[in-house]
C-alpha cells in the first residue's frame, strides 16, 4: 500500500488550500481515509476521516467547519479542502486508510505564516 500525498505549500493566515493523496495497493473504495498531521516537534494527531459512503468523520474539533475531506473513488484519489487557515495548522500533512496501515506516506507540508 501506497501513499502519495501533494498540494502543501507556504500560505497567509485565512488562506486556503487542497491537499490530495493519491492511495495505491489496495481496493480504494472499500476503506474509510483519513487525514492526519504532525505539527513541528510534535506527535501525529488524527483530524478528519471519510466513510465509504462519503460521510465525514470528525477527530479534530479545531479544524471542525474549516477543513472538508472528499474522495474520488474512480482516481483512488482523497482530498482535503481547508480554509481559514491557522498558523497552528502549520505541520506536515498524511492520509491513511481506516484501520491505519503501518506504512505511511512521505506527506506534504503545509506552512501557514504571515
Not at 55 to 66: F, P
Amino acid at each position: 500500500v501506497q501513499f502519495v500525498e501533494s498540494g502543501g505549500a507556504v500560505v497567509q493566515p485565512g488562506g486556503s488550500l487542497r491537499l490530495s493523496c493519491v492511495v495505491s495497493g489496495l481496493t480504494f473504495s472499500e476503506y474509510v481515509l483519513s487525514w492526519s498531521r504532525q505539527p513541528p516537534g510534535k506527535e501525529r494527531e488524527l483530524l478528519i476521516g471519510i466513510t465509504t459512503g462519503g460521510d465525514t468523520i470528525n477527530y479534530k474539533t479545531s479544524v471542525k467547519g474549516r477543513f472538508a475531506i472528499s474522495r474520488d473513488n474512480a482516481k483512488s484519489t482523497v482530498y482535503l479542502q481547508m480554509n481559514n487557515l491557522k498558523p497552528e495548522d502549520t505541520g506536515l500533512y498524511f492520509c491513511n486508510r481506516v484501520p491505519r496501515f503501518p506504512a505511511w506516506g512521505p506527506g506534504t507540508q503545509v506552512t501557514v505564516s504571515s
